[in-house]
């Protein structure tokens, strides 16, 4: 055989046993930590580890720059002791909703110059701020430009013993109108909201499957996303059809352990009595059902009127199977907001 052919052959045998593998062992693609945030480093020990969760800091106003909340809590990720490994963002990085490249260029470096102060790698979900045009509605323009930016819509990594995966929540759900006049007919929903709720897809959804088969052996699994599963307002949650097949599915698994978002601009626990401030609460893995946090804090105008409007973050401690939430409150305003 020559060795052209046989170089051929080998290829062919390479890309075929790539294709095996893909087909056997599907997962979410790779997600990086966004840029000018720095890499993952390995970890001391794998069962212990701290990381942070925050989200929603975009401006007031699209005029607006940052508020200040974000540099706080950032500023906080630093100074944290023991060190956090990394950070989740749930989304609402900047203003957006407007497809000019130089615009939204200009928003991200905004944004990525206060969370490179953190000094470790931070990983985002993208919201609807990111994601949508001026009618609230998904824009493949937009879409483009936080690829370009930042980085992938969707995708997971592992850290220690753990698997984190994000969640691109901000497609138009299959029904729009139906969705929307669900979300009206809620009692004490806000009946001039325009936009509908988020929806998965069912291509992320066939790899959030393929992935939690893959990682059966992680001690936990913990997703993010932009819109809640379990919102306080339910006109602000993930479309019905959405939230039916990702806690249908969480039922399989027993090492799925939070589940967390942010776009309701406050904290909120689900498990615990919502007329009153309850915080986040700790679980030993295999357990069921995942926890429910919404997490949004992260300095856009807050909800108003609820016990949990105020600015903040998560701090999460892994120790072996024991995970160990604990809410930090953040002392900020933003003059923009009024």
Wanted: net charge neutral; hydrophobic share 35%; with cysteine.
């Amino acid at each position: 055989m020559s060795r052209q052919k046989s170089f051929l052959a080998v290829c062919v045998v390479a890309l075929s046993f790539t294709v095996f593998c893909t087909v056997a062992f599907g997962q979410m693609p790779a997600l990086a930590p966004l840029p000018k945030t720095g890499s993952l480093s390995t970890p001391a020990d794998p069962a212990k580890f701290t990381f942070v969760l925050a989200g929603d800091n975009r401006p007031a106003h699209k005029s607006c720059k940052q508020p200040p909340t974000p540099g706080k809590i950032f500023a906080a990720v630093k100074g944290l002791n023991p060190a956090a490994a990394f950070v989740l963002w749930t989304g609402d990085t900047i203003s957006g909703k407007d497809p000019d490249d130089r615009k939204i260029h200009g928003e991200y470096k905004e944004f990525l110059d206060i969370a490179k102060t953190a000094s470790v790698p931070v990983f985002n979900a993208p919201g609807n701020h990111e994601m949508d045009d001026a009618n609230n509605d998904p824009s493949d323009a937009m879409k483009k430009l936080y690829k370009k930016y930042m980085a992938e819509l969707y995708g997971a990594f592992t850290y220690g013993n753990s698997r984190f995966i994000a969640l691109d929540s901000e497609h138009a759900p299959k029904s729009k109108d139906e969705s929307a006049a669900n979300a009206k007919s809620k009692k004490g929903a806000k009946k001039d909201k325009s936009e509908a709720p988020g929806a998965i897809t069912q291509t992320q959804l066939k790899l959030l499957k393929e992935d939690l088969d893959a990682n059966t052996s992680a001690a936990h699994v913990f997703i993010f996303m932009h819109h809640p599963v379990v919102p306080y307002e339910t006109v602000d949650g993930l479309d019905a059809a959405s939230v039916t097949a990702l806690q249908d599915l969480f039922t399989n698994y027993k090492n799925v352990s939070y589940v967390v978002s942010g776009h309701e601009h406050m904290y909120y626990n689900s498990q615990g009595d919502r007329t009153k401030l309850v915080d986040p609460p700790s679980r030993t893995d295999p357990s069921q059902p995942p926890y429910y946090l919404v997490s949004g804090g992260g300095g856009a105008p807050l909800k108003k009127n609820t016990p949990g409007s105020f600015f903040h973050y998560l701090v999460f401690t892994v120790d072996g199977a024991t995970v160990t939430p604990s809410l930090a409150k953040v002392d900020s305003a933003d003059p923009c907001d009024k």
